[in-house]
């Protein structure tokens, strides 16, 4: 049975998804929570990360934890750049406040 394990990491979670010995991680975080991801990903067998894109909080512990754990990261290909500069996104604003921000 898959359970869904959600890892409060300020204003991102993060989430493990097991099912019986198998268990990926769902984002990484910011760097503030390495050592709270670490340790919840040890309780389980995390095999792979999964990152839904590359903006920092959601990618920033992604190389620790994967050398860490010894797994692989798994991210879309048209997210990659992002994970080195997260400014390569193009903004686009539909409301007023957007385009304010």
């Not at 198998?22 to 067998?45: M, N, P, Q, S, V």
């Not at 590359?54 to 010894?70: F, I, K, P, S, T």
């Not at 879309?76 to 686009?92: A, E, V």
């Amino acid at each position: 049975m898959v359970k869904i394990h959600r890892i409060a990491s300020g204003n991102v979670n993060c989430y493990i998804v097991a099912d019986n010995d198998k268990a990926i991680l769902i984002d990484t975080g910011r760097k503030k929570y390495c050592e709270k991801i670490l340790e919840r990903c040890k309780k389980f067998h995390v095999n792979l990360i999964v990152l839904t894109h590359g903006h920092m909080d959601h990618c920033q512990n992604a190389a620790y934890l994967a050398e860490a754990l010894h797994i692989p990261i798994a991210i879309n290909k048209n997210d990659m750049d992002l994970i080195p500069d997260n400014r390569k996104q193009s903004l686009l604003a539909k409301t007023f406040l957007g385009k304010i921000v």
